[in-house]
Nanobody, 133 residues
Framework: EVQLVESGGGLVQAGGSLRLSCVASGFTFDDYAIGWFRQVPGKEREGVSCISCKDGIKGSTYYADSLKGRFTISRDNAKNTVYLQMNRLKPEDTAVYYC???????????????????????WGQGTQVTVSS
């Protein structure tokens, strides 16, 4: 059974940092891309960043343009964990953050980085990030 469990969310002041974790089980972790998405009520789930998600290359990374330079994604295959380090947080970063899994090879099939919701098959339950002004 595939399981993805996010943690690390919380309340932080603008300008602060948080590190989210996504722990995976139930599949061969190294063969899968992991994407971070976020969602606010009434809006679509938005892609934030992904790893092992470009051109079928394990360890490749990709970021939404608006987040480059503030967020960093990494993975520890020994721990089946992907991290999202979020720095210089802004109130508009407030959302529920989800991680999803997709096969590394899917990035070749889709012809681009995997940062769209429909490209991911399994999801965690989400972790709330709230940034106060």
């Amino acid at each position: 059974e595939v399981q993805l469990v996010e943690s690390g969310g919380g309340l932080v002041q603008a300008g602060g940092s948080l590190r989210l974790s996504c722990v995976a089980s139930g599949f061969t972790f190294d063969d899968y891309a992991i994407g971070w998405f976020r969602q606010v009520p009434g809006k679509e789930r938005e892609g934030v960043s992904c790893i092992s998600c470009k051109d079928g290359i394990k360890g490749s990374t990709y970021y939404a343009d608006s987040l480059k330079g503030r967020f960093t994604i990494s993975r520890d295959n020994a721990k089946n964990t992907v991290y999202l380090q979020m720095n210089r947080l802004k109130p508009e970063d407030t959302a529920v953050y989800y991680c999803g899994s997709a096969r590394v090879s899917d990035s070749v099939w889709y012809g681009g980085p995997l940062l769209t919701r429909h490209e991911y098959g399994d999801w965690g339950q989400g972790t709330q990030v709230t940034v106060s002004s």
